[in-house]
């Protein structure tokens, strides 16, 4: 055992706590070591000492004051009504966390109400439809063309459905 | 004569719970010199210790609700009563620091003194006004330790509880303490000889 070790185990020692082993290797250091034993002897007669202190008592009128300081005083701390816990929540939050969960079933009501909302209704064009209306289809010869023209989504939609130039409706998906 | 109940200090928390304002009186009265004890060591002025017990039961008063029966009375009681004081230390502390700022150092007050006739043995007792002043120069979380272990005399759990800290930090604070005080103490003695 070293003098650190000494210092970190006297309270140790002192209050009967150490093993068997620890205590004989404390000793050794204790009876090895100048500065360790008045380490001890210090740590001993403190601890003596702090328990003989004189014990101070409160003065006679200690009571009559507290109670006349306690009367004159208005509850600093009262615990107002949205403060006060009913089972386990405050009124304050209950109130709070109503009114936003409100408040995220309205928005999320209106989010998916169709019936205010416009839709646009994009029908794709497939060949019936423009069969049926009998509307004259562009004619393009190359895919190149078509590719310059359309927007991804209405090639989507039409780009099965363009004619040759023998009026051949023809498939230019690549 | 008839037999008085003695009422534990759960029991009677309870009651003053309930608006029983003479189980306030008793619990009061059942604590006040343990707290003023305690209390007086961090300041080492009867008077100071008085105003801050004095604050400790009001806040017992009106608090009383925060008091839930699982923890011990003791500990809740002791929890308050340190807090307050250590709230009280802080503010002095700032005080003390913006005084001694201002002062010149031909005005500065050392308030150091020796008994005149003593024994220099360092394994005899203390002097008692040496222990306070050594105690008062103890950082606080050391100082708190080592008045509620070595003069309230308390278990390390119960400290444990007051303070709020894992029981290993407390055995190890009470330790510093110790040596840190018989270290003051011995310098003392020695500078006087």
Known sequence: MNCYTFKDRVSDYLEKKLSIYDKKSFEKQLKACLCCSEIYSGVKSLIFSSKKLNKVSVSSDFNKNLFVKIKKTKNPNQVKFYNKNFFGYKPKYIFGSFVSSLMILFIILN???????????????????ILKNNQPLPVFSNQSVIDSIVDSTQKNNIKNNFLNSKGQTVDYTP | MANKIKFSDKELMLKFQNGDELAYNELVNRYKNKLLNFIYRYFGSKDDAEDILQETFIKLYYKKDYYKPISEFSTWIYTIAANLSKTELRKRKRRKTSQLSEMGVENKEFDIRYEDDTDLEINTEYNEHEINKAIQDLETPFRTAFILRDIQELSYEEISKITEVPLGTIKSRINRARIQLQGKLKEIYKNRS
């Open chain 1, 111 to 129: 989010l998916f109400d169709n019936k205010n909302s416009e839709v646009i209704n994009i029908q794709p064009k497939n060949e019936n439809n």
